[in-house]
């Protein structure tokens, strides 16, 4: 079957998802999209036998993400497994402004909650002239960021720690975070592909979707410079009250941030004064 047929095969068995097959051929044919049109070919048998039990997972109901073990994320790749959420899209937000602050000031970040280490790994990567810790609770999700690092070629320094129960080492000039903030009871009111397949510990932000936010800001002056920059993912409807959380605890300058589609999504603000 030459690439073509099997790119039309493919989107019909997915609903004519085009984005997803041309994914998934790509991946097992190691071809560009652009190859496809300039330089065709027929499909092996054992290409074309990983790409049915790909569509076959897809079809019943796994993310692409963790089937294929990979994804994009501020346009570079990063690996992605059961531990870890999928990054996406909104959260480029959050990355876009905090790279928008540093510019090319030699800052240390502290990305708590780091997952698949998305967030820290697209400032290390973009800002030269970061010093960025990744932290996360468990060695396996540390190794997931680690491998990243590497496939990403940035040098990150690592930490293990709870943050609910441990305070992190060292101060930062900018503490960065997309914690867990959904409702417990609301979890698994959502999409089958959320609830079903990424990890519950990176999604259950306690019995309001807060628990995590009130942590960080209780423990802001322990790990952040004064005048640093605390720099927060939310829920589309949690802007007001992480905003108020920050003012009662004397921050300065809080800022709601929206995303591509207009809902709030970052909140930025300065443990006074600010330093840069």
């Known amino acids: ?47 074309l036998e990983e790409i049915k039990e790909i569509v076959k997972k897809r079809n019943s109901g796994m993310p692409l993400q963790y089937i294929l073990g990979e994804t994009e994320f501020m346009g570079l790749k990063f690996l992605v497994n059961e531990l ?16 928008s602050k540093i510019g090319k000031k030699k800052l240390k970040v502290l990305d708590i909650g780091t997952g698949s280490g998305c967030i820290g790994i697209s400032i290390a990567k973009l800002c030269k002239n970061t010093e960025v810790t990744l932290l996360d609770y468990s060695d396996g999700i540390l190794s997931v960021a680690k491998k990243n690092a590497e ?12 943050i609910l129960e441990e305070i992190p080492e060292g101060k930062y000039d900018i ?50 410079e004064e005048g640093g920059l605390i720099a927060f993912e939310i829920g589309y409807n949690q802007g007001e009250e992480v905003v108020e959380m920050l003012k009662e605890e004397g921050f300065s300058g809080v800022k709601l941030k929206q995303d591509a589609c207009d809902n709030d999504r970052v909140v930025i603000a300065r443990l006074k004064p600010n330093l840069f």
């Open 1 to 47: 079957m030459v690439i073509g047929q099997l790119r039309s095969e493919v989107r019909k068995q997915l609903g004519d998802n085009g984005h997803e097959a041309d994914w998934i051929i790509s991946h097992v044919t190691d071809m560009s999209q652009a190859d496809f049109v300039l330089h065709p070919r027929e499909v092996t048998d054992a290409e």
């Open 175 to 224: 503490v960065v975070s997309n914690p867990p903030y959904i409702e417990t009871e609301t979890i698994f009111s959502l999409d089958n592909i959320v609830s079903s397949y990424e990890p519950v510990e990176a999604l259950d932000g306690g019995f309001d979707g807060l628990m995590f936010y009130r942590r960080i800001i209780e423990i802001a002056s322990d790990i952040l």
């Open 151 to 162: 496939l990403n070629g940035v040098d990150v320094k690592l930490e293990k720690c709870d």
């Open 84 to 99: 870890t959420l999928i990054p996406r899209a909104d959260t480029e937000t959050l990355v876009e402004t905090v790279i």
